[in-house]
């Protein structure tokens, strides 16, 4: 560990730190761009320059590019340095253009600030600029190349660090370019970050183009609600109107970058037809008026046909506090009908998967890039939990091996194995590429997927981890899945409470953030069912399609307007806390709404127009005005005291918003039926006599856009959202004899849809495959034998 | 006329006098603002009516239309009643201040005081005591901190000078043999008592405008401070009380200042002459206050305390000895 | 003791003194004092020599004003102009420092010499776009903003006076 004096203070670095980062350490910052700590140095900027005054170096040097070794005195305010500094700066804008004022990035821009610290306040150089054609990167990232200083951060971070091959540097010297062969889509799932990493305004965000300036963002530290990794994020708004997300450091979960899904994905929160209104079968009425009224159902039900007629159903994409209060309001109420997610299958799965982990096997995401060996098992990273993808590259760049074992035709950012295997054969080939390579690796680390693997892969995977002492990582479904299932426990299924309310049993039903009518894999089913209650009673910030069919609608907040905690995949509990106050945006209320008006209204009023509120509040209101012993879930700090009392909770009173999170175990879970692949009751037909393409297995899959319940209904994002279609691996397809791009049925039973057909080499034989788009029900057939038939080439 | 019963006479001097000294008030706020801008070198109030003339009564308007706010953290009826506690106390002081010589009408000799006390000089700092409360309690009902550091300042100066301003009288009362303010003025009929202790003359003063809260020993108010202290939270004619209570306080406490120093209504020229030469003596006193009021800044809070305590007390008592001494000495009246 | 006697002597006659003193009042209404010729009171947004609006709703005016009395949106007005979508000061609160003048890189807002706009109403004294906006280019007849910046909007890439043309990246000709 070298030590070295910086500005008169001594301090000790591990070996190969540089010292720019050893006088970070010590709270001296110096401007730099090209350095970053998730992409490294390379000294193409010359900002960073301090005097080394003794050691093995001397002079004026450009302190990124040296280690930091025993013996070196280094000043980092001195007079020559400084100069260097002015000059260096003075340089890097010699060719920029006079667009602070029109450039998204001012007021939030490295180059700005450092300018202003390098003292050069007035331009000498009175020669023409470099100009550039900037190109059309697709709808989320905005290049104005003019602006450029050519730290080489936007190619290390998409080359180096996410792996892409679209986008990199043309020309040399003063001519640099930084961009893709020809205009279009950047294609990596990570490519938003470039407006992170760019110090200038070059890339940046354009759903946030012209939108507003950082210093009136109103933000919070928050955790992306979009997959089950926890990303951690700052989510930004302005009058009431969530304009942009960044990426928040956190070293034990996303480190410094976050997925597109995550950053462009916000757009739900100010659509248009957002639920804003309490309503009571339509007509809008006042929250108290609401809460009488589901008072009075929920009474009804229950002095009619007893405290079993109401259920209700939480979900894996609301705050932990919503779901446990939710779950306190079923137990004031005596009711067992509560679940906490309405995809049975996955919720079986999860609930066994977080169940056999624990604090020795389980890794963070951090963790991954340190693997060197990795299995995955039965999911694909980058569709599933896109940041998964990227931690898995850095371990690779360090040398991992990876083996995917996964039916379809899995796509990473560096090289690997992929074995093309059916569900039911997961648990074997994981045993066999265990015994051939698990030896010589020191960190193996086995990831497994809870949408494609059955229970049994699961536990293979849990029981292979335990016996060879390697990580152990699921992928969930949504944010909060974890703490769902940590609540559903040995709890009924959404499956239990349909059959309840076929039956005739239930009478009630409460969603909380939950959608049985679009999301169920079986919609006719569930919209059959649902129309035989009495009442429906909704809580969501979506406008769904169970929110449509509601009798009583409580508008509720996002993450970002509320505080709350998700639990990771890993079963890290994270806080975020509120951006800001949700309602009506400002921007919405004139112009927008009014046409002929120019501006936003001009009256005012304390009230926040269209205030929704956390759907705690409106439980525990529901739990008060029954007379219900309600102190447990009257305020946050109630709830997290009540649920810290759970020693599988315990973890959470000490967490705070910006920390690191806080690991929560779930336990054994000991009543878990015996579910295979397939839902019980539906197991695929052996097909007698016919052959084996006549009977394909169709498995539902997830995408990065188009199919994540939240951020489907961000405008953006849907725009990466491919067309429906089927996947089959080639030779089926070929012994069908249909053609990659055919217009085909897929048919099981009375269920068909048409789409087109995608085939590939690299897929399962046996098996199709159909993402869960939304208009496009892949869900329904989920699980079944299906026939594919051409309607039209 | 054996009719004029003398109660009815004293409602009459009583409603005479209350009508008289609001509008004196009122228009004194006038004078005050005007005689300010001039010494400010601007104009004052001139807009309404000639020269300003009916700004008093737009100001009755303005603030007989305002609304009354209540703050939601007061103490509702001691709030409510603190302004007239105020104002009424210092009306009721001028009870007994002789505004002028005894008139007969219809054979009845009318006394000018409304009653006259034996005790009046008592009365006086009775009722100047009582007017503590008014501010006291208006800081303290307010429910603001700036209300209760003013009540507290208020109330802290007032008892503080209440002690030289009535050490003050004693040399009066001393010279004139009786505490009844007729006999005081009557004594001074040759030479006001002004010329025997010029010194009791002057402590009277300062502690008669620091009992008043005016600047430059407005502590309890300190616009810049406590926002305006005791009245911060009033607002509309219950304010309007505390602010006629003020300039009701400088008329009378003018008066009380004529009356034990300068002679009363006493003057050169016939009897009913003397209406004339009270007012006008108080109006020398008066005019003296707003004087004050532009040239002095206020004073620190410690600064009020020490000139009160180490140094109006101390003087006066020296003064009360010396002004026996010389009073035994040189035979000056009963004493 | 005499310093202390004397300062109040010298203070009272002071004011008695200037009591004498013709005050120096402006009646304001009948009496007016001439205006500088670079009086600042009314805010107005200019238009640039072309007719075009100058405000790039860059929000410096609003964030350098020292009571946040100017808001706005800006919006992309389709053809790469970035624009106001609306904008409003509320000269209630206005103190007229000229802060956001100086703060504007455009030229756009601009204090003008009239400053008799009092209202009744609070509500009127908030003026939207529709009333500042103006048809002239106000103090500076020439500036364009968008001559020098290097966004083309005004001119294509490359084509403004300071620049040399676009970088042709398909070649490795110096
Ligand atoms: S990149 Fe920074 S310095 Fe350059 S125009 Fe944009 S805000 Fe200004
Ligand atoms: S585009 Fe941005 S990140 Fe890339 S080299 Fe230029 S300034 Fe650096
Ligand atoms: S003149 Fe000053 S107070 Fe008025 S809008 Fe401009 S910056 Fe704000
Ligand atoms: S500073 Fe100028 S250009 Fe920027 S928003 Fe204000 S008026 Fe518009
Ligand atoms: S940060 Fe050191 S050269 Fe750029």
Known sequence: MPKLIIDGLEVEVPEGTNVLEAAKKLGIVIPHFCYHSAMGAVGACRLCAMKFVEGPVKGVQVSCMIKAQDGMVVETADPDAMRARRMVIEWLMTNHPHDCPVCDEGGMCLLQDYTIAGGHGIRRYKGKKRTYISQYLGEFIEQEMNRCIQCYRCHRFYRDYAGGDDFGTKRIANRTFFGRFKDGWLESEFAGNLADVCPTGVFTDKTYHFRARAWELETAPSVCPHCSLGCNLIPGAKLRELLVIKARENLKVNGWFICDRGRFGYRFASRPDRPRKFTLNGQEKSRDEATKAAVGIISDAVAKYGPGSVALAGSPRTSLENNFALKKLASLLNTGNICFSIDPLRDRKERRAISLLDAADSRSLQDVAFSDFIIVVGTDPVNEAPMLALMMRQASLKGARTAVIDPRPVKLPFDFTHIPARPEEFAEKLTGLLNEAAGDSKNPLIICGTNIPGIDAIDACSEAAGRLNCGLFYTLSSANSFGAAVLAGEGPDFEDILSGIESGGIRVLIALESDPLGRYSGEERASRALKKLDSLIVMDYLPTETVNAANALFPTAAYAEMDGIFINNEGRAQCFSRAYIPGIPVNYMGPKLKPPELHPPREFSPEVPGRSFPAWEYLGDIAREMGLDCCEMETLSAIRASLSHDPRFAAIAGLYPESEGALITAGPVDRLQAYGPFPAGEKPDAGEGLKPVDRLLLYATDLTFGTEEISVYSDKTQLRAPEPYVMINREDAKELGLNDGDWVKVASGSLGISCALKTSASCAKGAAFAPRLTGFDAAALSGKTIRITRERV | MNSCAPWLIIIIKAFLILFVTLTLAAYMVLAERKLLARMQDRYGPNRVGPFGLLQPLADVIKLITKEDILPTQADKFIYLIAPGVVAGTVLLTFAVVPFGAPVKIDGVTVQMPVIDLNVGALYFLAMSSLGVYGVALAGWSSGSKYSLFGGIRGSAQMISYELSMGLALVPAVMLAGSFSLNDIVAAQSRVPFVVYSPLAFAIFLISVAAESRRIPFDLAEAENELVAGYHTEYSGMRFGLFYIGEYVNIIVLSALAVTFYLGGWHGPGPLWLSFFWFFLKAAVIAFFFIWMRATLPRLRYDQLMHLGWKFLVPLSLANVLLTGFLALMFHWRNV | ?174
């Open chain 3, 1 to 174: 003791m005499s310093g202390l006697l004397t300062g109040l002597f010298e203070a009272f006659a002071t004011t008695l003194r200037e009591m004498f003193r013709k005050p120096v009042t402006i009646q304001y209404p009948e009496e007016k004092k001439p205006l500088s010729a670079r009086a600042r009171w009314r805010i107005v947004l200019t238009r640039d020599p072309e007719g075009e609006e100058r405000c790039v709703a860059c929000y410096l005016c609003s964030a350098v004003c020292p009571v946040s009395c100017i808001s706005m949106q800006s919006a992309d007005r389709g053809d790469g102009r970035r624009y106001p979508e609306w904008f409003r000061i509320n000269f209630g609160r206005c103190i007229l420092c000229g802060m956001c003048e100086e703060a504007c890189p455009t030229l756009a807002i601009q204090l003008t010499p009239d400053y008799e706009f009092c209202k009744y109403k609070a509500l009127d004294m908030v003026y939207e776009k529709e009333d500042l906006l103006i048809d002239g280019t106000g103090k500076d007849r020439e500036y364009n903003f968008y001559k020098h910046a290097g966004i083309g909007v005004v001119n294509p890439k490359g084509k403004n006076p300071d620049e040399y043309g676009p970088v042709d990246i398909r070649s490795n000709m110096p």
